[in-house]
Nanobody, 128 residues
């Protein structure tokens, strides 16, 4: 059974940093590009960052470019999101999922594949 478990969220002041982690199980982790998404109250889920199967290529949403870094460890079946220079507008529930990736062009990065297997997410709150 597919499981995606996010962790590492918390409360941080603006300008601070957090590192999120996501552990995947129940599927062949290195067969899939992975991505991070977020959802703020009253807003739609938003793509944040993606990484290819081997970690060699990354892609970011415009709002986080230059501040966030995605990486993966296929030996541990984990994907991480290092978030620096956090802003109050980064406050949201953060989720990971497999993504279609570059085979789908630019838009492919934003397409989650395991749409019936979202995890519980991890809350990030940035105070001003």
């Amino acid at each position: 059974q597919v499981q995606l478990v996010e962790s590492g969220g918390g409360l941080v002041q603006a300008g601070g940093s957090l590192r999120l982690s996501c552990a995947g199980s129940g599927f062949t982790f290195d067969d899939f590009a992975m991505g991070w998404f977020r959802q703020a109250p009253g807003k739609e889920r938003e793509f944040v960052a993606g990484v290819t199967k081997n970690g060699g290529t990354t892609y970011y949403g415009d709002s986080v470019k230059g501040r966030f870094t995605i990486s993966r460890d296929n030996a541990k079946n984990t994907v991480a999101l290092q978030m620096n220079s956090l802003k109050p507008e980064d406050t949201a529930l953060y989720y990971c999922n497999t993504v279609l990736g570059p085979v789908g062009g630019t838009r492919g990065w934003t397409v989650p594949l395991f749409v019936d297997h979202w995890g519980q997410g991890t809350q990030v709150t940035v105070s001003s």
